[in-house]
C-alpha cells in the first residue's frame, strides 16, 4: 500500500516570499489533516478537510495561509507571506473514514526554512 | 478544551533497561488514546491506541501502554529498550464527535538511548 506522499522535501525561503506544499493522501482515504510542526513541539492541527470540504480550520492562521482539496484527492497548503515564526516541518496525514480503524497515515513531511 | 501533557522532554535509558514515557490528558470524558514514534526525517507512526476495553493494550516494537481512568493517564512501556528505540515519541488524544475527529498531540518526549 503506497503511503501519503508529500512535496517538496525540504523549501527554504526568505521572509514575505510564498510557497506551497502539496499532499496525495492513501488512495480512498476521505479525511486529510494538515499540522505544523515547531522544533521541539509536538504536531499542531492547521486544518482538517473531509473529502473536499473543510471540516476545521479554527487554528489556520488564515491571513497568511490557504488550503484547498479540490477533487477531494490532494491537497495543497500555501502561506503567503511567509514569516520568520513559519519555520516549521510541514505534516500531512489522511484516515480511511468510516471505518473502525481510527489509525492515522503521516507523510514524511516538508520542512520550511524562513530566512 | 482537551489537552495532553508530557511531563518528560527527554528520557536516557541504558539499552535492556525498561523504559516509561508518561502522558496525562486533561477532559471529561475518556477519549480515544495513542502513542505514536517519530524517528528523525520520518512521519509519525503508530505504536499503538486505546479506544475501549482491556486498559492494558499491546502495540507493535514491543511496547505496550496502561489506560488508567482514575489518574487520566496513559503511559508506554517497554520492557527492555533497543538501540532503535532512540526516537521521539508523542502522545495524543481525540474525540469522535459530530463526525469530526482530531486528534490532539502532546509536546513529545525524546528517547535517548546508551549503549
Known amino acids: 500500500e503506497a503511503g501519503v506522499a508529500q512535496s517538496p522535501r525540504y523549501k527554504i525561503i526568505e521572509k514575505r516570499q510564498s510557497v506551497a506544499f502539496w499532499c496525495n493522501p492513501i488512495s480512498g482515504h476521505a479525511t486529510l489533516y494538515w499540522y505544523q510542526q515547531i522544533l521541539g513541539q509536538g504536531p499542531k492541527l492547521l486544518i482538517q478537510?473531509?473529502?473536499?470540504?473543510?471540516?476545521?480550520d479554527s487554528q489556520l492562521p488564515k491571513d497568511r495561509f490557504s488550503a484547498e482539496r479540490l477533487k477531494g484527492v490532494d491537497s495543497t497548503l500555501k502561506i503567503q507571506p511567509a514569516k520568520l515564526e513559519d519555520s516549521a516541518v510541514y505534516l500531512c496525514a489522511s484516515r480511511n473514514t468510516g471505518t473502525a480503524d481510527e489509525k492515522l497515515f503521516f507523510g514524511s513531511g516538508t520542512q520550511l526554512s524562513v530566512l | 478544551a482537551q489537552s495532553v501533557t508530557q511531563p518528560d522532554i527527554h528520557i536516557t535509558v541504558s539499552e535492556g533497561a525498561s523504559l516509561e514515557l508518561r502522558c496525562n490528558y486533561s477532559y471529561g470524558a475518556t477519549p480515544y488514546l495513542f502513542w505514536y514514534v517519530q524517528s528523525p526525517g520520518q512521519g509519525l507512526q503508530l505504536l499503538l491506541k486505546?479506544?475501549?476495553?482491556?486498559?492494558l493494550v499491546q502495540g507493535i516494537k514491543g511496547f505496550e501502554a496502561e489506560f488508567k481512568r482514575s489518574q487520566s493517564s496513559f503511559n508506554l512501556r517497554k520492557p527492555s529498550v533497543h538501540w532503535s528505540d532512540a526516537a521521539e515519541y508523542f502522545c495524543?488524544?481525540?474525540?469522535?464527535?459530530?463526525?469530526?475527529?482530531?486528534?490532539?498531540f502532546g509536546r513529545g518526549t525524546s528517547l535517548i538511548v546508551h549503549p
Open positions: 478537510f473531509q473529502n473536499n470540504g473543510v471540516v476545521d
Open positions: 495524543a488524544v481525540a474525540l469522535a464527535s459530530g463526525g469530526s475527529y482530531i486528534p490532539t
Open positions: 486505546y479506544f475501549s476495553g482491556d486498559t
